[in-house]
Protein backbone atom coordinates (compact mmCIF):
# COMPACT_ATOMS: atom_id res chain seq x y z
CA UNK A 1 0.00 0.00 0.00
CA UNK A 2 1.13 3.66 -0.92
CA UNK A 3 1.26 5.04 2.76
CA UNK A 4 1.45 8.62 1.51
CA UNK A 5 -1.90 8.61 -0.06
CA UNK A 6 -5.24 7.21 1.20
CA UNK A 7 -7.75 5.86 -0.78
CA UNK A 8 -10.51 8.04 1.06
CA UNK A 9 -13.57 7.48 -1.64
CA UNK A 10 -14.99 6.45 -5.20
CA UNK A 11 -16.58 9.02 -7.83
CA UNK A 12 -20.34 7.46 -8.80
CA UNK A 13 -23.08 7.49 -11.10
CA UNK A 14 -23.86 11.12 -12.26
CA UNK A 15 -26.49 12.70 -10.94
CA UNK A 16 -28.76 14.90 -12.87
CA UNK A 17 -27.65 16.78 -15.95
CA UNK A 18 -25.66 19.74 -14.09
CA UNK A 19 -22.36 17.64 -13.66
CA UNK A 20 -23.27 16.50 -9.91
CA UNK A 21 -21.54 12.82 -9.47
CA UNK A 22 -22.44 10.92 -6.31
CA UNK A 23 -19.51 10.29 -4.40
CA UNK A 24 -19.27 7.03 -2.17
CA UNK A 25 -17.07 8.24 0.89
CA UNK A 26 -14.80 6.03 2.91
CA UNK A 27 -14.01 8.18 5.87
CA UNK A 28 -14.99 7.74 9.29
CA UNK A 29 -17.71 10.69 9.06
CA UNK A 30 -18.60 10.47 5.20
CA UNK A 31 -19.08 14.60 4.75
CA UNK A 32 -14.94 15.02 6.15
CA UNK A 33 -14.21 14.38 2.55
CA UNK A 34 -15.28 17.92 1.50
CA UNK A 35 -12.53 19.27 4.79
CA UNK A 36 -9.20 17.62 3.43
CA UNK A 37 -9.57 20.19 0.51
CA UNK A 38 -8.06 19.47 -2.70
CA UNK A 39 -8.16 15.31 -3.48
CA UNK A 40 -5.73 13.42 -6.40
CA UNK A 41 -7.52 10.70 -8.09
CA UNK A 42 -5.78 8.02 -9.43
CA UNK A 43 -4.67 9.56 -12.74
CA UNK A 44 -3.03 12.40 -11.05
CA UNK A 45 -5.27 15.50 -11.52
CA UNK A 46 -6.11 17.01 -8.58
CA UNK A 47 -10.30 17.84 -7.17
CA UNK A 48 -12.06 19.75 -4.99
CA UNK A 49 -15.30 18.17 -3.95
CA UNK A 50 -18.26 20.29 -2.06
CA UNK A 51 -21.18 18.50 -1.08
CA UNK A 52 -24.64 19.57 -2.60
CA UNK A 53 -26.64 16.64 -0.35
CA UNK A 54 -26.30 13.57 1.28
CA UNK A 55 -23.49 11.34 -1.08
CA UNK A 56 -23.87 14.38 -3.53
CA UNK A 57 -20.99 16.49 -4.82
CA UNK A 58 -19.70 19.23 -7.17
CA UNK A 59 -16.11 18.28 -8.55
CA UNK A 60 -13.53 21.20 -8.88
CA UNK A 61 -10.59 20.57 -10.93
CA UNK A 62 -7.65 21.99 -10.25
CA UNK A 63 -8.05 24.87 -12.46
CA UNK A 64 -11.05 26.04 -10.49
CA UNK A 65 -13.81 24.98 -12.93
CA UNK A 66 -16.56 22.65 -11.89
CA UNK A 67 -18.20 19.70 -13.68
CA UNK A 68 -21.42 21.22 -14.86
CA UNK A 69 -22.14 18.67 -17.94
CA UNK A 70 -23.47 14.90 -17.23
CA UNK A 71 -21.23 13.73 -19.67
CA UNK A 72 -18.27 15.27 -18.64
CA UNK A 73 -19.79 13.98 -15.06
CA UNK A 74 -19.96 10.55 -16.48
CA UNK A 75 -16.31 9.87 -17.61
CA UNK A 76 -15.18 10.30 -13.90
CA UNK A 77 -17.18 7.57 -12.47
CA UNK A 78 -14.97 5.13 -10.80
CA UNK A 79 -12.35 7.87 -10.07
CA UNK A 80 -10.57 6.84 -6.67
CA UNK A 81 -9.88 10.18 -4.73
CA UNK A 82 -7.13 9.89 -2.58
CA UNK A 83 -5.54 12.65 -0.06
CA UNK A 84 -2.15 12.34 1.15
CA UNK A 85 -1.08 10.89 4.65
CA UNK A 86 0.05 14.16 5.96
CA UNK A 87 -3.30 16.45 5.62
CA UNK A 88 -4.46 13.83 8.07
CA UNK A 89 -5.18 15.65 11.61
CA UNK A 90 -3.01 14.35 14.56
CA UNK A 91 -4.56 11.39 16.69
CA UNK A 92 -5.11 11.54 19.99
CA UNK A 93 -2.39 9.49 22.49
CA UNK A 94 -3.37 6.01 21.80
CA UNK A 95 -5.03 6.22 18.53
CA UNK A 96 -3.80 4.67 15.46
CA UNK A 97 -4.69 5.44 12.22
CA UNK A 98 -5.68 2.31 10.17
CA UNK A 99 -3.68 3.40 7.32
CA UNK A 100 -0.45 3.78 9.27
CA UNK A 101 -1.45 0.07 11.44
CA UNK A 102 -1.78 -1.53 8.05
CA UNK A 103 1.19 -3.10 6.45
CA UNK A 104 3.40 -2.67 9.79
CA UNK A 105 5.97 -4.90 11.00
CA UNK A 106 5.10 -6.60 14.12
CA UNK A 107 7.97 -8.09 16.00
CA UNK A 108 7.97 -10.09 19.37
CA UNK A 109 10.16 -10.09 22.09
CA UNK A 110 12.14 -13.27 22.76
CA UNK A 111 15.13 -13.64 24.86
CA UNK A 112 16.99 -14.75 21.98
CA UNK A 113 16.18 -11.22 20.55
CA UNK A 114 13.44 -10.39 18.56
CA UNK A 115 11.28 -12.94 16.14
CA UNK A 116 9.43 -11.61 12.98
CA UNK A 117 5.73 -12.24 12.93
CA UNK A 118 5.55 -10.60 9.53
CA UNK A 119 3.27 -7.35 8.57
CA UNK A 120 -0.21 -6.07 9.72
CA UNK A 121 -2.78 -7.44 7.19
CA UNK A 122 -5.72 -5.88 8.83
CA UNK A 123 -7.19 -4.41 11.76
CA UNK A 124 -10.59 -5.59 12.87
CA UNK A 125 -13.13 -3.89 14.76
CA UNK A 126 -16.69 -5.55 15.34
CA UNK A 127 -17.84 -3.30 18.04
CA UNK A 128 -15.11 -5.32 20.85
CA UNK A 129 -12.38 -3.69 20.36
CA UNK A 130 -9.82 -3.67 17.51
CA UNK A 131 -7.57 -6.58 16.92
CA UNK A 132 -4.77 -7.01 14.42
CA UNK A 133 -4.26 -9.78 11.90
CA UNK A 134 -0.72 -10.67 11.14
CA UNK A 135 0.57 -12.34 8.52
CA UNK A 136 0.18 -16.03 9.04
CA UNK A 137 -3.63 -15.93 10.24
CA UNK A 138 -2.60 -15.03 14.20
CA UNK A 139 -5.09 -12.75 15.59
CA UNK A 140 -3.94 -10.07 18.43
CA UNK A 141 -6.20 -7.54 20.64
CA UNK A 142 -4.59 -4.20 20.23
CA UNK A 143 -4.32 -3.78 23.86
CA UNK A 144 -1.20 -2.03 25.57
CA UNK A 145 -0.57 -6.01 27.30
CA UNK A 146 -1.17 -7.31 23.90
CA UNK A 147 1.01 -4.35 21.98
CA UNK A 148 3.54 -2.63 23.98
CA UNK A 149 4.95 -0.44 21.73
CA UNK A 150 4.39 0.92 18.22
CA UNK A 151 6.53 3.09 16.10
CA UNK A 152 4.77 4.82 13.24
CA UNK A 153 8.49 6.20 12.53
CA UNK A 154 9.71 2.79 12.08
CA UNK A 155 6.48 1.49 10.66
CA UNK A 156 7.39 -1.30 13.51
CA UNK A 157 5.02 -2.29 16.32
CA UNK A 158 6.22 -5.04 19.19
CA UNK A 159 3.52 -7.77 19.90
CA UNK A 160 3.66 -9.75 23.11
CA UNK A 161 1.40 -12.60 22.19
CA UNK A 162 -1.20 -13.61 24.87
CA UNK A 163 -1.14 -16.82 26.44
CA UNK A 164 -4.23 -19.07 24.86
CA UNK A 165 -6.64 -20.56 27.29
CA UNK A 166 -9.51 -23.63 25.36
CA UNK A 167 -12.36 -23.36 26.95
CA UNK A 168 -15.26 -26.36 25.77
CA UNK A 169 -17.62 -28.40 27.49
CA UNK A 170 -16.57 -31.86 28.56
CA UNK A 171 -19.30 -33.32 28.85
CA UNK A 172 -20.67 -33.46 25.62
CA UNK A 173 -18.05 -30.71 23.48
CA UNK A 174 -19.09 -27.74 21.65
CA UNK A 175 -16.58 -27.74 18.67
CA UNK A 176 -18.56 -28.26 15.79
CA UNK A 177 -15.65 -29.59 13.78
CA UNK B 1 -39.50 -13.58 21.46
CA UNK B 2 -37.46 -12.04 24.14
CA UNK B 3 -36.00 -14.57 26.96
CA UNK B 4 -38.05 -14.68 30.36
CA UNK B 5 -36.72 -12.87 32.80
CA UNK B 6 -37.44 -15.45 35.27
CA UNK B 7 -35.17 -17.88 33.47
CA UNK B 8 -32.00 -15.36 34.28
CA UNK B 9 -29.43 -14.82 31.33
CA UNK B 10 -28.35 -17.95 29.93
CA UNK B 11 -24.54 -19.03 30.10
CA UNK B 12 -22.63 -22.26 29.59
CA UNK B 13 -21.64 -22.83 33.03
CA UNK B 14 -17.97 -23.89 32.40
CA UNK B 15 -17.06 -20.35 31.24
CA UNK B 16 -17.63 -18.87 34.56
CA UNK B 17 -15.08 -21.03 35.97
CA UNK B 18 -12.41 -20.84 33.88
CA UNK B 19 -13.01 -16.88 33.31
CA UNK B 20 -12.54 -17.07 37.49
CA UNK B 21 -8.83 -18.46 36.92
CA UNK B 22 -7.90 -16.76 34.31
CA UNK B 23 -8.91 -13.70 36.72
CA UNK B 24 -7.34 -15.10 39.37
CA UNK B 25 -3.94 -15.96 36.93
CA UNK B 26 -3.70 -12.15 36.09
CA UNK B 27 -1.72 -13.48 33.05
CA UNK B 28 -1.90 -11.64 29.56
CA UNK B 29 -4.73 -14.16 28.21
CA UNK B 30 -7.12 -15.16 25.06
CA UNK B 31 -9.91 -17.11 26.53
CA UNK B 32 -10.94 -19.23 23.11
CA UNK B 33 -13.97 -20.62 23.19
CA UNK B 34 -16.54 -21.54 20.97
CA UNK B 35 -20.20 -20.89 23.14
CA UNK B 36 -20.77 -18.18 21.18
CA UNK B 37 -24.39 -18.41 22.59
CA UNK B 38 -23.56 -17.25 26.43
CA UNK B 39 -24.86 -14.18 27.52
CA UNK B 40 -21.71 -11.83 28.52
CA UNK B 41 -21.73 -11.33 32.27
CA UNK B 42 -20.55 -8.39 34.31
CA UNK B 43 -17.83 -11.33 35.64
CA UNK B 44 -16.24 -11.40 32.39
CA UNK B 45 -15.67 -7.42 31.89
CA UNK B 46 -11.77 -6.96 30.95
CA UNK B 47 -11.00 -10.34 30.02
CA UNK B 48 -10.49 -10.88 26.83
CA UNK B 49 -12.42 -14.35 24.53
CA UNK B 50 -10.72 -15.35 21.40
CA UNK B 51 -14.60 -16.45 20.31
CA UNK B 52 -15.04 -18.89 17.41
CA UNK B 53 -16.52 -17.73 14.25
CA UNK B 54 -16.34 -21.16 12.35
CA UNK B 55 -12.70 -20.30 10.87
CA UNK B 56 -10.93 -18.65 13.84
CA UNK B 57 -11.05 -17.29 17.36
CA UNK B 58 -11.75 -13.21 17.08
CA UNK B 59 -10.38 -11.34 20.56
CA UNK B 60 -13.45 -9.36 21.78
CA UNK B 61 -12.42 -7.52 24.80
CA UNK B 62 -15.06 -7.20 27.48
CA UNK B 63 -16.32 -4.09 28.78
CA UNK B 64 -19.42 -2.63 30.83
CA UNK B 65 -21.50 -1.74 27.84
CA UNK B 66 -21.58 -5.79 26.28
CA UNK B 67 -22.68 -7.43 29.47
CA UNK B 68 -26.12 -8.47 28.70
CA UNK B 69 -25.03 -9.26 24.86
CA UNK B 70 -23.85 -12.44 23.76
CA UNK B 71 -20.59 -13.24 22.88
CA UNK B 72 -21.70 -14.26 19.16
CA UNK B 73 -22.46 -11.00 18.50
CA UNK B 74 -19.14 -9.55 18.13
CA UNK B 75 -17.61 -12.73 16.39
CA UNK B 76 -19.44 -12.26 13.41
CA UNK B 77 -19.30 -14.79 10.50
CA UNK B 78 -19.68 -13.14 7.62
CA UNK B 79 -17.02 -10.34 7.51
CA UNK B 80 -16.23 -7.10 5.09
CA UNK B 81 -13.13 -5.67 5.89
CA UNK B 82 -14.05 -2.10 4.29
CA UNK B 83 -11.64 0.92 3.32
CA UNK B 84 -9.29 1.95 6.24
CA UNK B 85 -9.41 5.58 4.86
CA UNK B 86 -9.01 8.07 8.22
CA UNK B 87 -10.04 5.28 10.84
CA UNK B 88 -8.58 5.37 13.52
CA UNK B 89 -7.84 2.46 16.58
CA UNK B 90 -7.67 2.98 20.20
CA UNK B 91 -5.56 0.85 21.97
CA UNK B 92 -7.65 -0.88 24.84
Known amino acids: MDAQRILMGVVGRPHGVRGLVRVHSYAAVPADLASYGALSDDRGQSWTLSWRGEGIAALTDASGRTIADRDEAAKLVNRKLFVTRDRLPEPDEDEFYLADLVGMRAVERTEAGERSLGKVLAVHDYGAGPSLELEGGALVPFTRACVPDISVAENRLVVAMPDEMEVRDERNGDDPS | ?92
Open chain 2, 1 to 92: MARSVWKGPFVDGYLLNKAEASRASGRNEVIKIWSRRSTILPQFVGLVFGVYNGHKFLPVQVNENMVGHKFGEFSPTRTFTGHSSDKKARRG
